[in-house]
C-alpha cells in the first residue's frame, strides 16, 4: 500500500501538481535568501551561477520535471513521517527523499572540488529543496500523497489542499514575488540566529507539527476567506524561515 501511494505521488509530482510554493514562493524563499548573504558567499554564488539570482533557479528543480535525464530527482521533492514517528524510524524511499538530499547536498557542496556545472546544479537542488520542506505538506503523513487526495473547493474552484497551499493562497493574494518579501516580517538578529542553528530535521518536524492546522477543514470542503485568513501568516513564515535558513547553509558553504 505505502508502494502504491508512492507511485501516485510520483504521478501527481510529473503532472505538475505538487510544486510547493509554487513559483512566486520559490522566488520569494530565493529573494529572501539573498538578502542575509553574507558578501564572500554573495559574490561566490553569483559567480557561480553566472550572475543569475537565487530566486531565478529556485524553480529550476521544477522545470527541470520534463527532462527524463532527471527522472531520478522526482522523489526528492518530499518525505512521508508519520504521526509520532522520527526521520530515523521512518521508511525510507529507496529513491531519495527531500530530507536526506539536503543533508547530502550541503554535505558535498561543504567538501568542495566539483566541476562548475555538477556544483550549479547541487546549488539549484539545494536552494528549491530548502524551500519544499518548509511546506507543510511536502513532510507527508502517507495517507493522502501530502494533501493532493484531498479534494477541496477554493472560492467554488476544484482544488486539493496541496495546491491550496503550494499556490492558491499565495496568488489569491495577487502579489508579486518582489512584493510578497516586501510585506514580510524583518526577524531581530537573534530570531535569524536561532533559525539558522536548527537542523533540517528540525525544520521536517516543525512541518510535521502544523498539521492539526493544515487539515482544520469545514465538512464540505469549501475553503476561501476564512481559511486564509487562519493560515496566510504561516505561509508568510515558513517562506520566510525558508530563506533566511536557505542563506544560513549558503553561508555555511560559501562564507
Not at 561566490?44 to 527541470?64: F, G, Q, R, T
Not at 521512518?90 to 547530502?104: F, R, V
Request: charged share 25%.
Amino acid at each position: 500500500m505505502k508502494k502504491i501511494s508512492g507511485i501516485f505521488f510520483l504521478c501527481l509530482l510529473l503532472c505538475g501538481q505538487a510544486f510547493a510554493w509554487g513559483q512566486n514562493g520559490h522566488r520569494a524563499v530565493g529573494q529572501v535568501a539573498e538578502h542575509h548573504l553574507s558578501k564572500k558567499a554573495r559574490k561566490k554564488i553569483m559567480n557561480l551561477l553566472d550572475h543569475n539570482s537565487l530566486a531565478e533557479v529556485s524553480v529550476w528543480m521544477d522545470d527541470i520535471k520534463s527532462d527524463k535525464a532527471y527522472d531520478h530527482t522526482h522523489d526528492w521533492h518530499w518525505v512521508t513521517i508519520q504521526d509520532g514517528q522520527t526521520y530515523e524510524q521512518a521508511e525510507k524511499n529507496p529513491n531519495g527523499d527531500i530530507l536526506g538530499k539536503i543533508e547530502e547536498i550541503t554535505k558535498t557542496l561543504k567538501a568542495g572540488n566539483l566541476d562548475k556545472a555538477k556544483e550549479q546544479e547541487l546549488l539549484k537542488f539545494l536552494v528549491h529543496l530548502v524551500g519544499d520542506i518548509h511546506q507543510p505538506l511536502h513532510v507527508g503523513g502517507g495517507d493522502d500523497q501530502g494533501g493532493n487526495a484531498v479534494k477541496v473547493q477554493w472560492f467554488y474552484q476544484p482544488s486539493n489542499l496541496h495546491r491550496v497551499w503550494d499556490t492558491d493562497m499565495i496568488e489569491s493574494k495577487n502579489l508579486s514575488f518582489t512584493e510578497i518579501v516586501r510585506f514580510l516580517d524583518e526577524p531581530g538578529k537573534e530570531q535569524v540566529k536561532q533559525w539558522q542553528a536548527s537542523t533540517v530535521r528540525d525544520w521536517a518536524y516543525e512541518s510535521m507539527k502544523y498539521r492539526p492546522q493544515v487539515y482544520n477543514l469545514p465538512e464540505d470542503k469549501k475553503l476561501g476567506y476564512r481559511y486564509a485568513y487562519e493560515n496566510y501568516s504561516l505561509v508568510e513564515q515558513r517562506l520566510l524561515q525558508a530563506g533566511i535558513r536557505l542563506a544560513g547553509l549558503l553561508n555555511e558553504i560559501y562564507g
